[in-house]
């Protein structure tokens, strides 16, 4: 299959992959009008095996489409950049940290990012958090009819960002295969974290915004759980990832 013509495919194939694990598991999140669900698992997929262009197109048009069909369009425009971005950085570094050649100049980049991106996460939280003494989120879902309320203080939300950045500081340092898998999913899922954050703080206000900020982080760490067997799984079956093709 020519190479253009495979991109496509795959492009194709994997946006509904993302779809579908999007809508899956749709679990509303009345204060902030979102919902939680597993699409991170697609999005992930997607970048991993299809690499960063893939990851990006995959991610964004798939969970937007997500957005619409579920009743969440609110999200949909910020959503196609947010988890686009989530696809193209999961995927570009993955690619860059396997790629014999760019290893190094991988993890040199991919340090400064975390460290980037995990500063303006903390500063965002801490600035918008600390004046809230705790925050309440209530998750429901309609089918079962069920609805659960708690309330989690912002020092738990910034304890989390912290440690999820310890442990993709020390993933980066491990430098084996799946230690990168799991690093590049967390990079990319922070800016996903980072990014709904933002989004939600400018249309609903930073208190409202905190709500969603740890259901997020959950979606990062079960969508790596997902994901990261079915890439080895479909690695086996012979699905290669795009970044490990041969060049040329």
């Not at 949909?76 to 193209?88: D, H, N, Q, S, Y």
């Not at 993955?94 to 190094?104: A, I, N, P, V």
């Not at 500063?119 to 705790?134: E, R, V």
């Not at 996903?192 to 400018?202: K, N, Q, R, T, W």
Request: hydrophobic share 55%.
């Amino acid at each position: 299959m020519e190479p253009d013509i495979r991109l496509v495919v795959s492009t194709a194939i994997f946006t509904a992959v993302v779809f579908v694990f999007t809508v899956i598991v749709a679990i509303s999140i009345p204060a902030t009008r979102g919902f939680w669900n597993v699409g991170e698992a697609g999005v992930y997929i997607a970048a991993l095996i299809g690499g960063p262009i893939v990851g990006a197109i995959a991610g964004g048009v798939g969970s937007a489409l997500a957005d619409i069909v579920l009743g969440y369009a609110i999200y949909a425009p910020g959503t196609l950049v947010i988890k686009g971005c989530e696809g193209l950085i999961t995927g570009y570094l993955y690619q860059s940290l396997t790629q014999r050649d760019e290893g190094r100049k991988g993890v040199v980049l991919s340090l400064c990012m975390l460290l980037g991106i995990l500063a303006l996460l903390i500063f965002s939280l801490a600035y918008f958090g600390l004046t809230q003494s705790s925050v309440t989120v209530e998750l429901s879902s309609e089918p079962l009819h069920v609805s659960v309320v708690f309330e989690i203080s912002p020092a738990v939300i910034l304890i989390t960002a912290i440690a999820v950045g310890i442990v993709a500081l020390v993933l980066l340092l491990l430098g084996k295969e799946t230690p990168i898998m799991v690093f590049s999913c967390l990079v990319g899922g922070i800016v996903m974290v980072l990014g709904y954050f933002a989004y939600e703080a400018a249309i609903m206000g930073g208190a409202v915004a905190l709500v969603e900020v740890l259901p997020n982080f959950m979606q990062v760490i079960i969508g790596i759980i997902i994901a990261i067997p079915v890439v080895r799984r479909l690695r086996e079956m012979g699905l290669e990832a795009e970044s490990r093709r041969p060049v040329g």
